[in-house]
């Protein structure tokens, strides 16, 4: 497996934890974690990861400080 993505099983990891605690009220947050795992599993992890997968991690990211 490619260590780019590790890094992004690990920083997926991190946001499904957040999703466990009480993100699934938080519709947005919870889509966008879900299409970011959907497109982790179609990426090649001999390769980089693709852009759709960067920018679907970071957008779930960015919606990971409105879960309370």
Sequence with gaps: MNDTFRDVKVR???LDELLDRGGITNVEFAQAVS?????????DRSREPGAELR???ERAEGLAPTVR
Excluded at 35 to 43: D, E, H, I, Q, S
């Design 55 to 57: 920018t679907l991690l």
């Design 35 to 43: 299409r970011t795992r959907r497109a982790l599993k179609r990426g």
């Design 12 to 14: 997926l990891r991190k």
